[in-house]
């Protein structure tokens, strides 16, 4: 996998179910980033609607990070190529510089640092389930 695209993921802002199905479609992606999968695994194996599934190849399909719905078969979703795995960096080189590769534009910032993560302090993780919002902070790092 090419690790310097993997640098910017964070910059994509996934949802937390878009990730978690990235990371499915990821472990399973055979050499080239073709995975064969419905929307009904995916949603079987991690426990949510099928429609919240849609939702995230939706979203992850807007970044460019999957194959968009106009060229994906069914049962199967293709992983950008610069996402992709392959059997070395030779051949991933030799992939990315075929011209007759299908790609798509990917739609993810790639700013020089990557933003701040928020995330809920402790504190307030007490008191979120009484009704009130959580406070959130700014993480560096």
Wanted: hydrophobic share 35%; no cysteine.
């Amino acid at each position: 996998m090419n690790s310097l695209a993997h640098e910017y993921l964070p910059n994509a802002k996934l949802t937390s179910t878009e990730r978690d199905v990235l990371d499915i479609l990821f472990s399973r992606q055979e050499f080239g980033g073709l995975v064969n999968i419905t929307q009904a695994k995916l949603a079987k194996r991690l426990g949510v609607q099928q429609p919240n599934i849609s939702r995230a190849l939706t979203g992850l399909a807007q970044r460019g990070l999957i194959d968009p719905p106009e060229i994906r078969r069914r049962g199967q979703v293709r992983i950008h190529p610069l996402f992709a795995r392959y059997p070395s960096a030779r051949h991933a080189s030799a992939v990315l510089q075929d011209p007759d590769l299908v790609t798509w534009p990917l739609a993810i910032p790639t700013p020089e640092m990557r933003p701040p993560r928020l995330e809920v302090a402790s504190r307030s993780a007490e008191r979120s389930g009484r009704g009130q919002r959580p406070d959130l902070r700014v993480v560096r790092g």
